[in-house]
């Protein structure tokens, strides 16, 4: 296979809105050891994606300064030492930057086929979102059968994963949501309630749902401004995993008691900065425990639109809007 020399990718003008995003040609990427060059056919669009747009989220050094962090698509050159994939493979993968591109390199321990029956689209909406739930809801905060999860923003990306995949491994699943429409679309994924933080204190609700107990688990993306109210919600023995923080950083003044009382676990990570070791680690699990699932048609990505690569913009705009319901996904020519 003659690859070109050049690509189409998107570049930053500098730190900002959407609109700081174009489109111009660059050389085309080698895949070092140990990596795989992908022909990119659909791309993920993710909040870190927006950060680094903003300026909050900077990649590591030697990661591309490309946005993306999700890929699907073809395989067109293996680096040294690959063994695991063949030229010709589709496959799916978390890039550590990239993405934006007609072509991105993957490391080989973060990609993997793509589930049975699914095209370049589905898949690519799979990666981002799968990893960081694995990690942080089962990996990190132990989730395991018979507990009890709440899931914050349960209609985002991460959301529509978590639900399903704590409904698919035996967990009762509630929500935060924003609208009667967002949590509807919760409770159809397996949430047994979903809350409207807009009409209702969801600490009452939790303890009303429970019977005063609380819940094991908490995932939450919004941070500081939930975090007294999280240590209100969780059980003895809880674990709140934080993975993000639309609600803030820094918290002042938070009763810390609640902690001790009840014997709590505070524990969060991001996915960028965690070595290639620990991503093959969160691949392989995923591979044998979730891929089966997606399989099965047990577990799906839920996909608000697909848009036009050319629509980079405007898919950021959406994303920035919070009005979608799932992945927003990006499709080349």
């Known amino acids: 296979m003659t690859l070109p020399s050049t690509m189409r990718h998107v570049e930053l003008a500098g730190f900002g809105a959407p609109e700081v995003m174009s489109f111009t040609h660059g050389p085309l990427p080698s895949p070092k050891a140990g990596e795989i060059l992908v022909r990119v056919e659909a791309a993920g669009v993710n909040r870190p994606d927006v950060a ?3 300026g909050t989220y900077p990649p590591p050094k030697d990661a591309s300064p490309i946005l993306g962090l999700e890929v699907a698509g073809e395989v067109v050159a293996l680096g040294e030492g690959v063994s695991e994939f063949a030229l010709g493979d589709k496959v799916c993968g978390l890039a550590n930057g990239g993405g934006y591109a007609q072509y991105c390199v993957l490391p080989a321990g973060q990609a993997l ?5 699914y095209d370049a689209v589905k ?8 990893f960081t739930v694995w990690a942080n809801l089962f990996q990190m905060a132990g989730l395991t059968e018979g507990e009890s999860v709440l899931i914050h923003g349960g209609s985002s990306g991460i959301g529509t994963t978590a639900i399903q995949l704590a409904k698919a491994f035996g967990a009762t699943v509630y929500t935060t949501a924003g609208s009667a429409e967002k949590c509807a679309a919760c409770e159809t994924l397996g949430a047994t309630r979903a809350i409207n933080y807009k009409s209702e204190d969801f600490v009452a609700a939790i303890k009303d749902a429970t019977e005063g107990k609380g819940v094991d688990v908490i995932l939450d993306m919004i941070g500081a401004s939930y975090f007294e109210k999280n240590l209100a919600a969780l059980a003895k023995d809880g674990c709140l995993s934080i993975i993000a923080f639309l609600g803030g950083a820094v918290a002042d003044k938070v009763n810390l008691s609640p902690i001790m009382v009840k014997r709590l676990t505070v524990t969060g990570s991001t996915m960028r900065p965690r070595t290639a070791e620990e991503k093959r680690a969160i691949r392989d699990e995923l591979l044998a425990q979730v891929w089966p ?9 839920v996909i608000h639109e697909v848009m036009a690569f050319e629509d980079v913009v405007k ?3 959406l994303m920035e809007s919070s009005s979608h319901i799932g992945k927003i996904v990006l499709k080349l020519g």
């Open 52 to 54: 680094q747009r903003q």
């Open 113 to 117: 086929t793509f589930p049975k029956g």
């Open 123 to 130: 898949a690519a909406a799979v990666p981002e979102t799968f």
């Open 293 to 301: 699932l997606l399989e099965a048609g047990t577990v799906s990505p």
């Open 315 to 317: 898919a950021h705009q």
